[in-house]
């Protein structure tokens, strides 16, 4: 079993800055990308981002391009989701998950982090 664990949401107004990490341990990592989503209330998850975690090649969903930055550190085994530029629309719980069963576009992971609350205001 693979435990993911997030941290960093918090509250922030509108065009600033947060940092997520999403920590991995228990079972050897090997997950080929490291995803990201992000769940409004009422709303579908939906996907934001990925990083492959051995070439640090990265995707981005449309509208969160050039304003969020998917890294990792491989030594740490953690992976990091710096968000700019915030808008009040990027208010939801965001997720990251490793192991993808599917296409990582797609919220179907193996593993999943808690979750951690964002909240931008206007």
């Known amino acids: 079993q693979v435990q993911l664990v997030e941290s960093g949401g918090g509250l922030v107004q509108a065009g600033g800055s947060l940092r997520l990490s999403c920590s991995a341990s228990g079972r050897t990592f090997r997950s080929s990308v490291m995803g990201w989503f992000r769940q409004a209330p009422g709303k579908e998850r939906e996907f934001v981002g990925f990083i492959t975690w051995s070439g640090g090649h990265t995707y981005y969903e449309d509208s969160v391009k050039g304003r969020f930055t998917i890294t990792r550190d491989i030594d740490k085994i953690t992976g990091y989701l710096q968000m700019s530029s915030l808008k009040p629309e990027d208010t939801a719980v965001y997720y990251c998950?490793?192991?993808?069963?599917?296409?990582?576009?797609?919220?179907?992971?193996?593993?999943w982090g808690q979750g951690t609350q964002v909240t931008v205001s206007s």
């Open positions: 998950a490793a192991d993808p069963i599917d296409t990582p576009m797609r919220p179907f992971y193996k593993y």
